[in-house]
């Protein structure tokens, strides 16, 4: 069984540029990942496995200059984002084969820096939690009040 949750949030200044740091982390991971997939089919390399991609795309990134940025935000959003690619591979591989029901499903596509929907995933183990004061409790961005 999953749960979801949707709450408003009533970030202060720092806690909306943390927000939008880990939008944007999640973004550039999603999109890496799909660009090294890409990548390994056009050159006719083997389908790259989750776990390559996740070394490749967050852990040897991180060690870069160009992506050193990506240790400022909560490590399990970055896992999410790959899991997120996962799922729209499955959905388009099984939609090709005839095993998803429902309409046809196209490959994944880049996520657009200019889109408004922005979406990112935290997990039991990224220890998220309520307050008891009513405040969310998020790692890496702080206590935001929930309404």
């Given at each position: 069984m ?19 740091r ?15 997939r890409?990548d390994?089919?056009?050159n006719?390399?083997?389908?790259v ?6 070394k ?9 200059p ?5 240790g ?11 899991a ?6 499955r ?10 029901k429902g ?9 657009s ?6 979406a ?8 998220f ?18 309404r």
């Amino acid at each position: 069984m999953q749960l979801r949750s949707n709450y408003r949030l009533y970030p202060t200044i720092g806690q909306r540029e943390s927000l939008a740091r880990t939008f944007g982390c999640a973004r550039v991971v999603f999109n890496d990942g799909l660009r090294t997939r890409q990548d390994a089919r056009d050159n006719g390399l083997p389908y790259v496995s989750d776990g390559d991609l996740s070394k490749q795309v967050i852990t040897e990134a991180k060690g870069t200059p160009e992506r050193a940025w990506l240790g400022e935000v909560s490590a399990v959003v970055l896992q999410q984002a790959l899991a997120d690619l996962n799922t729209a591979y499955r959905n388009f591989f099984a939609s090709l084969s005839g095993k998803r029901k429902g309409p046809k499903v196209g490959p994944p596509r880049f996520r657009s820096k200019k889109d408004t929907r922005q979406a990112i995933r935290f997990t039991k183990n990224a220890r998220f939690a309520i307050t008891a004061g009513g405040k969310l409790r998020l790692p890496k961005i702080g206590d935001i009040p929930v309404r």
